[in-house]
């Protein structure tokens, strides 16, 4: 319950302020050019990297990326360039 309402005014807090929603609320920020380069920021960590598939854990779910020819550009606390092929980006909720 106390959740459902911190979710709430959270979205109440970035609908009257200008400040980002990843930042208030803690979202992913997903950055993709074409079908070649992926740039996440603010994941929670990686669950699973294969040359096909890019699994990250978020906070309140998990990123599912597939594709082919995966490489690992850069890789940081909370940001991650993805490099290859990507088929497919999807959102997992918990």
């Known amino acids: 319950m106390a959740r459902k309402w911190r979710n709430k005014l959270q979205e109440?807090?970035?609908?009257?302020?200008?400040?980002?929603a990843d930042v208030i609320m803690d979202l992913p920020r997903v950055t993709m050019i074409g079908r070649l380069h992926i740039y996440i920021e603010n994941h929670k960590?990686?669950?699973?990297f294969t040359k096909e598939e890019l699994r990250l854990s978020m906070k309140n779910g998990q990123?599912?990326?597939?594709?082919?020819?995966?490489?690992?550009?850069?890789?940081?606390?909370e940001e991650i360039l993805l490099e290859g092929t990507i088929r497919s980006v999807e959102f997992i909720d918990e």
């Open 63 to 77: 990123i599912l990326i597939k594709g082919r020819d995966f490489v690992l550009k850069t890789i940081l606390p």
């Open 45 to 48: 960590g990686v669950l699973t």
């Open 12 to 20: 109440w807090f970035v609908a009257h302020t200008d400040l980002p």
